[in-house]
């Protein structure tokens, strides 16, 4: 319509993470036909280029007790997904809070091998025995506290210091000094566990390690997600920190066969 008004008037839309759905299509919005981009510059040659603009990944598949069972990403009942929509949720973007799938992820003895597993696998820091930057997604935020409770109990050396929930509710992530400011510039803590807060939108350069502790809906949050993990360190050597003084790529753990 406004193109109509101004002939001359050109419309230029950017995005990392277009959608094809139907009020949400960036395709049809800028007339793409068959969703084709007018121009796509993709992950791969992003990573690809001399010097790269990102950083490439490798995805470990961790076989939890749900996958087993036959309980997968898509396994919300459908009285859950009617009141999530009764509620005017995307489905897409399910808060997984109180939900029977929530409830049975928070008892369960599952966390314990995402846990271990992740201390097992993850890329470490130079000394080989501690996690670089890592962050764990969530079902919810009695999921994240119940991951943290493990961390602290399963190695008490580094109990309140080694991982730590960072939520949006928390007034003690926010501001100079705070969590989310420690995990971007202090030593400690290594390990973010986030519910929604850290999936997208935020650049903190040294994450080597992502774990997916939780099913994800939607294809584009899913990426977005993945993009925590891809940027660059700085190109200065002084100017990066002492737990991750290289990355040539980083690590996706993936409890919930996502991919």
Known sequence: KLQDR?????ILGLTATPRDRIDHHTFKLFDCEANDPTFAYTFEEAVDHAPPYLCEFEVLKVRTKFQLEGIHGQALS?????????????IEDVDFEGTELERKVTNSGTNGLIVREFMEECRKDPSGTLPGKSIIFAISKAHARRIEELFDRLYPEHAGKLARVIVSEDPRVYGKGGLLDQFKHQDMPRVAISVDMLDTGVDILDVVNLVFAKPVYSFVKFWQMIGRGTRLLDASPARRKPWCPEKDKFLIIDCWGNF
Do not use: I, V, Y
């Open 6 to 10: 101004n002939p001359g008037l050109f």
């Open 78 to 90: 459908e009285a859950d997904k009617r009141r999530l929509l009764a509620e005017g949720k995307d």
